[in-house]
């Protein structure tokens, strides 16, 4: 890189103050330079055009002669000697011809530089943009890398998941659904619902955390579009701005025969994971899990024909108890709280177990379940959700609905 000087005012005054002192130094100490052969005027010539091109170059030459006629007047000179001498002439010219000789050479080879310094900008300029495009590509391929490692990483937990939700009964489903879905997706609140057949209230099955905002029972307002866009659609549906304050962040249907029946809700949900990959993830656990609860349910249906009195869904006294035990432990692991209520009938033996059911079920939801002893002729109610304080309401609306049928219940 060469000297550059952007401001003329002050290459002049270089020129201007190197000059003055030449000449002070040549008036006081009587040097006599514009008689040397190598005078320091032409050495100032010289440097100023081989430094700042032709224009200053021609400058100095102008002051030099400026100078060398001061010079005349003040040592009382001739000055028209100093213009007819050839000595003198000769010097003037040779002085003339170095400032545009060099003048000219410094200004080309300025120019040329300049012109390489602009070729040398682009280039570094383009260096640049292709350093930064080599640096986005390595990104770009550092993300797909990623992108690959976590898609098989993907496609191993989707088969973890798979295995894990191939249970043979729907609690145990639900129970592994849950799980899953609160580690998948990094969810503090997680509950699924069953949609009575009113389509009015969710009775909870089973939750995972225990937020109040997953209540045993949500009631469905028939003005709300959330749950509208879940049975209508059919899909993960995500809580927008026009949806209540106290709609779930995130729900998805659980269907069977093309018929909503179970609802999962989510709460408490880590926002990076609503993207539309995660979304399409917890679709397809969805669907696996809609697919492994119609199955299970069916074979479920097949095994309750053993478990249940012909012709009713009223369970055996034992089997009915084994059902109670896993409420129980439901109750340990999720927090999902039931109770039981028995109503004696021993002094209506006469009333079928048939009967009963016909006339208690409309009395009960859906997911209440019904036990009978045959030897102490006994009914017994197991109430999912339904916290045993509350357990007494129940009892008495079944024993109401007894005495109106025409049957009095005993205790």
């Given amino acids: 890189m060469i000297y550059t000087q952007t401001s003329t005012w002050r290459k002049f005054i270089e020129l201007f103050v190197i000059m003055l002192i030449a000449a002070l130094l040549d008036q006081y100490l009587e040097m006599n330079m514009t008689q040397w052969t190598l005078s320091p005027f032409i050495m100032i010539v010289l440097f100023f055009s081989l430094r700042y091109g032709l224009t200053l170059g021609l400058s100095a030459f102008l ?13 009382n000179g001739d000055l028209f000697l100093l213009f007819y001498e050839s000595d003198t002439y000769l010097v003037m ?3 003339l011809l170095i400032a545009v000789i060099s003048g000219t050479y410094s200004t080309s080879f300025k120019e040329r530089y300049e012109s390489l310094t602009y070729s040398y900008g682009e280039i570094m300029d383009e260096r640049n943009e292709l350093k930064k495009t080599i640096e986005l590509m390595k990104e770009s391929q550092r993300v797909m890398q990623e992108k690959v490692l976590d898609s098989e990483y993907t496609l191993s937990r989707i088969y973890q998941v798979g295995i894990a939700l191939d249970q043979p009964t729907p609690d145990l489903i639900r129970n ?52 509208k866009r879940i049975f209508q659609n059919k899909t993960v549906t995500i809580r927008t701005v026009d949806d209540d304050e106290n709609t779930p962040l995130v729900a998805g249907p659980i269907v069977s ?9 989510i709460d408490q949900l880590d926002f990076s994971r609503l993207t539309k990959y995660e979304i399409q ?11 492994r609860m119609e199955r299970a349910k069916e074979a479920k249906r097949e095994e309750d024909k053993e478990n249940m009195y012909p012709g009713t869904r009223v369970y055996y006294a034992d089997v009915f108890e084994d059902l ?49 002893n045959q030897e102490t002729h006994t009914f017994y109610f197991l109430l999912p959700g339904t916290e045993e304080a509350k357990a007494w309401m129940v009892e008495k609306r079944i024993k109401q609905a007894l005495r109106t049928k025409g049957v009095m219940p005993v205790g």
């Fill in 176 to 227: 592994e659904a849950t799980t899953i879905i609160s580690n998948l997706f990094k969810a503090e609140e997680v509950g699924i619902y069953h949609l009575d057949s009113s389509r009015k209230a969710l009775r909870l099955h089973v939750r995972n955390g225990e937020s109040k905002r997953l209540p045993q029972t949500l009631f469905i307002d028939e003005h709300s579009f959330f749950y």
């Fill in 257 to 265: 025969n093309n018929e909503v029946e179970e609802v999962l809700i």
């Fill in 324 to 372: 109670v035990d896993v409420q129980r432990m439901r109750k340990e692991h999720y927090h999902v709280p039931f109770s039981v209520v028995s109503v004696d009938l021993s002094s209506h033996k006469n009333l079928s177990v048939i009967e009963t059911e016909i006339i208690l079920r409309a009395y009960l939801r859906e997911l209440d379940v019904i036990g009978f």
């Fill in 281 to 291: 993830i917890m679709s397809l656990v969805l669907d696996w899990m809609s697919n």
């Fill in 93 to 95: 010219l040779f002085t």
């Fill in 63 to 75: 002051l030099t002669v400026s100078y060398l006629i001061v010079s005349v007047e003040l040592n």
